[in-house]
């Protein structure tokens, strides 16, 4: 596997991601019986959106437009050590696991200050959520990587995603489907989908990641939703690794498969959406937990 | 072959959650029931060389009991003794769910001694299961207040027994396991008429009502 | 203002010293006193001289500012003989030596906590502060008595226990308790968010920021003389690590229910001693299993977290002293907005909040990374002990999300949105000599964490008497660690570096549009008041509601009737080891000295009566016993 294969994953993880967003919408449209919006619509939002001046609030201050563009640049900087399929990321080292999830804290961090920087109520409730959630779903995403790295005894995500197929015929795909349905699970309530949390509501009293971006506007929400669509490729990229063991020896169709998983996985979470209903907010903590449980499961299955 | 049974077992772990997290008692009956088929599925498809008759058979009646004759009966008495489909445990569902972690964890824990007199062919696997299986029926049987999902608790306890009867030895146990079914039957017999019989006295088959009786 | 100078002096000197001595383990022996510096004393005298040094040019202007500070010669007295304890502290060479600065430190730090003393609550600190000193240095006491059984001159170097396991295992407990009391490891912490608040900030800074890491240093020497590091039993490991995990959980989760800002500061710094321990407990259990890297990379994350905390906690405390003192007040729920009025003190306080939370690029990202490889190293062992590292991994991502909860709490709701209180909205950027130590703290923290394959170097350097082993050596999934740190440099110029580009991005889209400003949108509101934001309370609320036990209690009154009058809801949070196991503990100390309390007749016959009863005691214990 040449590096060059490696760039050009990580290019078309940056073209393609917003694509990402509306395949989901396409399913759910084809679900719902509707025509949907078209396949490109989020490039067009985006195009709008770049286009646009700014309004601020009085109240807020540098932290406000800092959060968004230091969201996008954590995503940015995590996607690099995000492997797609076989192929190995552009960068990678041992842990590095934990460079993404922290470079993906910081962005966190930073759009809960930028949303409390509002002094919105509104905002306020949804940075409380936020936080809320994402703090018992790192542990979680921690040990069904780490339980991965078990099988493999690959030390980076490229290590140990390029090892899987091989393992997934010696040991089994119990044990990488327990971790990868917890990786899932996380996607879930990282991006903000429907059992966790819905992306189209605009119900105050449901929302979380909606409710932290309400005053941001033009360029400023675009930094959040490119950031958005590049963590969701992210987490995308991981959960079909470990779920579809496709391999191949010609780095190209590495490449096709690497995407297809990925779009694969956007199909799913569509056919989630469409079939599930948003779940209460106290049950949203059972879910993550859930998630912990099987990972735990994953572990000492794989530890046994 | 192993990546079969490993598959199998852990939808078999994977039915203990279900059952420790639902809070519906239908759906822990089906989670019941699927575990029985498992249990046969697991049996046959542990067997190593080409099907036994004896095996089959008992695979076949593990089937017939677990799978459908206790869980039509639990269905039926659900419905007799119009039994509300709620849950209602002691403890919130997130604890349960942190519990039941805790348990799966300490029943590795105490697996991995207990490892070394299991016959080197038994999958490893198979113990932490049955251990995990056993601890999640008490578990359902101290936190529910229902003397149904009690039954219930009952009979996942019974087949986690009946996994660490597997995971020692493979063929032996059969006649024994023959006998627990058997008394598993009985037992869950009595208790439906009994759950009905306290249900036509009393208007509803709360336990933790029962202990007014203490006085 | 002499003081200052003294200090400066003082600084210097620590200063000037230090690169003299690092190499060459050196001692002059001074009749039985003997000062040295090797390389551990050397790895913990930086931060003290800094944050010393900073702490007392912060107090330079903290102190001018006519604060409540009533007698700042006092206050400088006793600042001065607290960090020349301190010092003495690391630099002793021998146990009396380093009992007695252990205790004038303690004294020295008792007198500093209670400069306010007018305040009932700052006395009741103190006092707090000054029992559980004590209760420690009663186990210390023991440990050295135990220590120079066989070694009359008590000097370090004669130190080194062979005996049995029992022996060196008591040794470790008490040591543990002895300094865990010092270094406000969980079920010992109490009295730290009592004494720390209650501070001065300039003390505060001290005494978090390196204080109690002379805990951590106190054990790390007693390590030393406990013999063959894989002779260890595995338990020490396993309790250090548990701890940790508890301390580290714990503080966070108590951090995060408070609303007094240095309140909240105190107990993350008992999360951030769990995190050392945690490092210190894998140390232990890599060196048990025989696993280098797992131990080499837990003892350098523990060390240099030690320094990481010093900074960022000072920096911390010294912004919040410079918020309390432009406000009047340390309640996150009358503060707000300060970003406006002060935004230096923000930006400072911004720097230690992402420096704690373990966020890259700052210091703090690269200790905590340092302990998950060293619990990934454990965790990709073929055998052995891999439950342990998995707990920490555990643990330390729950800390790592839960301070970030905390810390968006501290940073978002004391200085961001809109001021609560008049105070807040009226608060004014602090002087030139309270900015410059915060300054100077916060490029710390960025410094070290960019400049992270140096910083391991030179922690892996000071831990050379403890792990003689070298980053070079050590491999974590085939890479050395240098190479490793230098990719991780390498991702953090990066992160900095597209940082820097989209500001730019944005600030170009944005040269020839249209930007406007208007209130804030709050759902089509038209009129938001202060009042309507999101408080401290409210933003933790569901977040403390998950772990039942540390629900604050809550004090309501609710609207009644038709035409309700006022209604008022608040929170009141206590910690849990407190009202669960220490008020107990106290209420049968009390029953059982009030029966003592019989043997105070008041008359002198009595007292010499237990006077030779004593004398006898010992006579009888000294002769019986020594033939």
């Known amino acids: 596997m040449t590096p060059a294969f490696s760039f050009v994953s990580f290019g078309l993880a940056i073209t393609l991601s917003p694509l990402l967003l509306g395949v989901i919408q396409k399913t759910k ?30 109240t807020t201050s540098w932290v406000f437009w800092a959060g968004p563009i230091a969201n996008l640049a954590a995503a940015l900087l995590s996607l690099t050590f995000v492997p797609l399929g076989r192929i190995p990321a552009p960068a990678a080292f041992p842990g590095d696991v934990f460079m993404v999830a922290y470079s993906l804290s910081l962005g966190r961090f930073l759009m809960v200050l930028a949303a409390l920087d509002t002094g919105s109520a509104f905002e306020g409730m949804g940075a409380s959520r936020e936080v809320r959630f994402s703090l018992l779903a790192e542990p979680v995403f921690f040990v069904s990587v780490l339980t991965l790295a078990v099988v493999t005894q690959g030390a980076s995500l490229s290590e140990i995603y390029g090892t899987l197929p091989r393992h997934m015929v010696h040991q089994g795909i119990s044990t990488i489907w327990l971790a990868g349905g917890a990786v899932a699970l996380v996607l879930l309530v990282e991006n903000a989908r429907i059992p966790v949390d819905d992306p189209t509501t605009h119900l105050e009293l449901t929302m979380i990641h909606e409710a932290m971006v309400l005053d941001h506007g033009g360029i400023d929400i675009g930094f959040v939703q490119y950031g958005a669509a590049l963590k969701l490729w992210m ?18 169709l590495e490449v096709m498969g690497g995407i297809g998983g990925v779009f694969a996985v956007a199909v799913a979470v569509g056919i989630v959406e469409s079939s599930m209903a948003r779940l209460r907010l106290i049950r949203v903590p059972q879910l993550i937990l859930l998630a912990g449980v099987l990972a735990l499961m994953a572990l000492l299955w794989a530890a046994r | 072959m192993t990546g079969i049974v490993d598959f199998l077992i852990v939808l078999l772990l994977l039915t203990n959650l279900r059952i420790l997290g639902s809070s519906r008692i239908p759906a822990c009956i089906s989670a019941v029931a699927l575990q029985g088929v498992l249990l046969a599925v697991i049996l046959v498809s542990l067997s190593s060389e080409p099907l036994w008759g004896g095996t089959a058979a008992f695979a076949l009646l593990l089937l017939a009991v677990k799978g459908v004759v206790l869980p039509w009966l639990l269905r039926r008495a659900m419905r007799d003794a119009s039994v509300t489909r709620e849950v209602e445990p002691f403890v919130d569902f997130s604890t349960l769910l942190l519990l039941g972690g805790g348990l799966m964890g300490l029943s590795f824990l105490i697996a991995r001694p207990l490892q070394v007199s299991a016959p080197p062919s038994t999958e490893k696997g198979l113990l932490p299961s049955a251990f995990f299986t056993l601890l999640t029926g008490l ?33 032996e146990p059969l006649l024994i396991e023959l006998g627990i079914l058997l008394d598993v039957m009985a037992a869950v017999f009595v208790m439906g008429i009994v759950l009905f019989q306290i249900n036509r006295e009393f208007d509803h088959i709360d336990t933790d009502r029962l202990s007014v009786l203490k006085e | 203002m002499g003081a200052i100078l003294a200090f400066a002096a003082a600084g210097t000197v620590a200063w000037s010293g230090r690169p003299m001595v690092i190499p060459i383990p050196w001692a002059i022996p001074f009749g039985s006193l003997s000062f040295g510096v090797d390389r ?10 800094m944050v010393g040094g900073l702490g007392a040019v912060y107090a330079g202007g903290y102190l001018r500012r006519s604060s409540g500070v009533q007698a700042p010669r006092f206050f400088w007295f006793f600042y001065s003989i607290f960090f020349a304890f301190l010092l003495l502290v690391v630099t002793a060479r021998n146990g009396l030596l380093f009992l007695m600065a252990w205790e004038g430190r303690s004294l020295a730090s008792f007198f500093l906590v209670m400069v306010e003393h007018r305040e009932p609550t700052v006395r009741s600190a103190g006092w707090t502060y000054l029992i559980a000193a004590h209760l420690g240095t009663a186990c210390l006491l023991a440990l050295f008595i135990l220590l120079g059984d066989r070694n009359p001159t008590q000097d370090f170097e004669g130190f080194g226990v062979s005996g049995r396991e029992g022996i060196r295992s008591l040794l470790f407990l008490l040591a543990l308790i002895g300094f865990g009391v010092k270094a406000g490891m969980v079920p010992w912490h109490v009295w730290l968010p009592e004494a720390h608040p209650a501070a001065p900030s300039p003390v505060s800074a001290v005494m978090s920021g390196v204080m109690i890491k002379t805990g951590i240093y106190g054990l790390l020497r007693i390590m030393m003389f406990l013999g063959e590091p894989t002779l260890w039993p595995a338990w020490w490991g396993w309790t250090l690590v548990g701890l940790g995990a508890l301390s580290g959980v714990g503080g966070v989760l108590l951090a995060l229910a408070q609303k007094d800002l240095k309140r909240l500061l105190a107990y993350s710094s008992v999360e951030n001693i769990g995190v050392i321990s945690l490092g210190l407990g894998l140390w232990l259990c890599g060196v048990r299993v025989g696993n280098p890297a797992m131990a080499a990379l837990g003892l350098w994350g523990a060390l240099l977290h030690v320094w990481n905390h010093a900074v960022f ?20 729920d009358r503060l707000g907005g300060l970003i406006h009025g002060m935004p230096f003190t923000s930006l400072a306080f911004f720097a230690g909040s992402v420096s704690l939370c373990g966020l890259p690029p700052f210091n703090g990202f690269i200790s905590e ?10 965790i990709l062992q073929p055998e052995g002990l891999r439950r342990i590292p998995v707990l920490a991994v555990g643990a330390l991502g729950l800390m790592g999300g839960l301070a970030l909860a905390c810390f968006a709490t501290a940073f978002g709701i004391g200085f961001l949105g ?6 807040a909205a009226q608060a004014h950027e602090v002087s030139f000599l309270i900015a410059v130590p915060m300054g100077v703290a916060a490029v710390v923290c960025l410094g070290i964490g960019l400049m992270s394959p140096l910083a391991v170097a030179f922690t892996s350097f000071a831990a050379f008497d403890l792990m003689p082993i070298l980053p070079g050596v050590i491999r974590v999934g085939g890479w050395e660690i240098p190479a490793l740190f230098q990719r991780i440099l390498v991702a953090n110029v990066a992160l900095c570096v597209m940082l820097v580009v989209l500001m730019a991005a944005r600030r170009i889209l944005l040269l020839h549009r249209r930007v406007e400003e208007s209130s804030t949108w709050d759902c089509g509101y038209a009129a938001p008041t202060a009042r309507m934001q999101y408080t401290a309370s409210s933003f933790i609320w569901d977040i403390l509601a998950m772990a039942r036990v540390l629900r604050p209690r809550v004090k309501e009154c609710r609207p009644l009737g038709l035409f309700p009058r006022s209604a008022r809801l608040g929170t009141e949070e206590q910690d849990i080891f407190q009202r669960l196991f220490y008020n107990r503990l106290w ?27 004593t004398v006898l005691a010992l006579l009888l214990w000294k002769l019986g016993f020594s033939q």
């Open chain 1, 29 to 58: 449209a084809f679900f719902a019986g509707r025509e949907g919006a078209p396949l490109m619509q989020p490039y067009f939002d985006f195009v709008k959106l770049f286009r646009k001046g700014g309004v601020y609030s009085r």
């Open chain 1, 235 to 252: 987490f995308s990229a991981l959960v079909a690794g470990a779920f579809f063991p496709f391999s191949s020896a010609r780095p190209f």
């Open chain 2, 139 to 171: 578990l359902v049987i101290i936190t529910r207040r229902k003397a149904l999902t009690q039954v219930l608790g009952y009979l996942t306890m019974e087949n986690g027994v009946y996994l660490f009867g597997v995971s020692q030895a493979i063929r």
């Open chain 3, 40 to 49: 551990l004393s050397a790895f913990f005298l930086f931060p003290i001289a």
């Open chain 3, 313 to 332: 906690k000072s920096l911390l405390f010294m912004s919040a002293g410079a918020v309390a003192h432009a406000t009047g007040t340390r309640s996150l």
């Open chain 3, 369 to 378: 990374l340092l302990l998950y490889g060293s619990a990934l190293a454990g």
């Open chain 3, 418 to 423: 809109q001021a609560r209180s008049e105070e």
């Open chain 3, 587 to 613: 209420r049968g100390i009390e029953r059982c000295s009030d029966r003592l309390r019989r043997l105070q007749e008041g008359r002198n016959q009595i007292y010499v009566l237990y006077l030779a009863l």
